[in-house]
């Protein structure tokens, strides 16, 4: 009931949002799922599900003497087409990282599928030079100025150091090439491999990656995935994972299982309370804004334009809950 009534509930004309800061979040990812690319049953089943975001893996989920059997099975699935949902999903591949002998037969394969995946998820990328490579890939590949989506696996201490100059360079690329950023993923579990870290409970050991990786991610307009939660099991443990993240600024999570997807999809969407909160601020604001007031009380806190674009994100994300 109240969502649908923020439904209806712009955001006011005379703010002139264009001009403010407009993301682009019209595909949702709050769930991105892991399907092992040669398992034709589980690709079968993910085609079932209520789910923003199938990646097809050719990467880490899949055995080293499954790779080709993956890209096969993943190219007949996109030869015979996306199927239809009740509401639009994204469907991707995730390619092997540039440092193994597989990528490039994975993109081929993709990339001359009767239909093209939406996205291509490029793991473990470090420096720029993959970006550029990428790019280069596919303009020899697709002739029209259709558009592949791309999401950038970051994942290591080096790629870490590099993440600006990787988005700026995927940015520029956006312009005047085939490809179109869309999302920064934190690949947490490669990420502790790399620098030697232990897991812990309290997962000290990733904090300060895991909020870098958000605050770039919004620098350049980007979803901000966060990490995956491997006791599928557990769904408490999930769903407590998933309000961290999104308290810090995250957008989606990755999945492994089924069973995690609602959780997380209903986790990524702001509560009721949170709801009626930035809604009673947007009308609030917009009255101040009418009488001449750039900064007011409401609720108790000082309200100004920051906390308006606040609510603006949480109305926004609201109306991707179906009603
Ligand atoms: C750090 C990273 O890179 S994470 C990404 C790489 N890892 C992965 O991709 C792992 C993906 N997940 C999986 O392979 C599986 O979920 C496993 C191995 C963890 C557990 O698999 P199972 O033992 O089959 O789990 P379970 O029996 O609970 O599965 C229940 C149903 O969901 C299906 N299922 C399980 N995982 C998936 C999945 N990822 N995608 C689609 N369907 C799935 C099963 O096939 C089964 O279907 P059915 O009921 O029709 O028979
Ligand atoms: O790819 C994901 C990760 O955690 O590693
Ligand atoms: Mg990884």
Redesign the pocket.
Known sequence: MLVSFVKFRTIPRFLNINKIIVRKYNVPRRAL????GDDP??IS??LTLDVDCIAL?C???VAVNKKREARETIRSFLDKGKPSKDRDYDFGVRINAFDTEYWQEDLESCLTAINLPDTILIPKVETADTIKQFSEEVKQRIKSDKKINVIIYIESARAFLNIVDICKTAEGLSKTSNIQPVSLVF?S??FCANIGATRTESSIEILYARQKLVLVAKAFNLQAIDM?YIK?KDLEGLKKQCEEGMKMGYTGK?V???GQVPIVQEAFLPSASQIEWASGLLQSFEKHQKDGKGAFTYKGSMIDMPTMRQAENVIKLANLKKT
């Open positions: 799922m892991y399907v092992p049953k589980k089943k993910s893996d990467e880490d989920g690949g579990d490669d995956v599928y990755q492994i299982h089924p």
